[in-house]
């Protein structure tokens, strides 16, 4: 069967000189505007190269002890490489060097068919996908991995498990797909929403090597458990979370938390709400928004009614406001009525 292959870079650099011949003890001087600029020989930018560069006996980049070494650029900076022979005569001069991006296409945290879900309460979850695109840093290298299948164990630490701890008994969990491009291990890294919720894991406990990764989970934590849920790429469904129970017949505007149900890096949200318990006659007027001072998304759902239960469910709201959206109720003519709401779906 044949299989998705790209050209292989070249993994050390070799240089040489106007004879032709391995550049020996020759320099490579990196430069950004006139100034010296550092390049690294690992792909996490943590051990820089000596600049000049050495070129060791086979005219290769290496590092101080002339051991042969990749060389590894910093993203979206733009290099002038100088090269010089063992005499330190200019040899040529390169300009507008720039890493390239190994970039496949989409963005970070792309899903395709994302899957997944649990019936009951468990600290288990599969993930799977037809493609999910993991990056090391915004705007830097990216990565396609498909044909995804993963598993998380909250109960176990590193990776395919929680980056440190245990998670929060009532609260939110963040699932990201990582990856090592040294070995191309793919696996699954599980953290508290608090520590990391951004589109790539920001904690300070990736396990060694993974040095790409993509925000696929934002779930919630009931019970030191991750309730029943499906989540079908960024959407997640959830069972039937009141966020709103009153008797109130009248209520001003005003915020409606949904901190007990929806991430803090939920952008919206679908809800349903219901007038039970009805006695009287006339009407019943519910209307969401994003927030009290922003009507976006604004929905009304209006009965008149004269003892029946009303209620539907409502469009969509974008939440501009971190885990808030806005409730306005009026009635007239009802001397008792029972009005809830809940959260049916939220994005993340």
Known sequence: MAQAVNLAPTPILQFFNNLGQPNVNGTLLTQVGGINYPTYQDALGNFPLPNPIPLNSRGEVSNASGISSQLFLQQNVTYTFTLFDAAGNQLNQSQTILAPNNSNGGNIGATTNLQAGLTVPSLIINFIADEVVVGNVLGGNKYILPNFNQTINFATTGAGGIDTGTVPANGFVSVYAIYNPTTGAVALLGCNALTSNGSIYSG?????????????????????????????????????????????????????????????????????????????????????????????????????????????????????????????????????????????????
Do not use: H, R
């Open 204 to 348: 300070v406990n990736m396990p060694t090597g993974y040095v790409a990764s993509a925000l696929i989970g934002s779930l919630p934590t009931t019970g030191s458990q991750v309730p029943p849920f499906k989540q079908a790429n960024q959407f997640v469904w959830l069972q039937k979370t009141i966020v709103l129970n009153t008797s109130t017949l009248n209520i001003a505007l005003t915020s409606l938390s949904l901190a007990s149900t929806v991430p803090a890096n939920a952008i919206s949200v679908f809800l349903t709400a219901t007038g039970i318990s009805i006695i009287g006659t006339g009407p019943w007027q519910l209307i969401m928004q994003a927030s009290v001072a922003n009507t976006i998304g604004q929905t009304v759902l209006e009965f008149y009614t004269s003892g029946q239960n009303v209620g539907g469910p409502i469009q969509i709201l974008p939440i501009t406001n971190t885990q808030n959206v806005a409730v306005t109720l009026v009635t007239s003519g009802l001397t008792n009525c029972n009005t809830q709401i809940w959260v049916n779906v939220y994005l993340f």
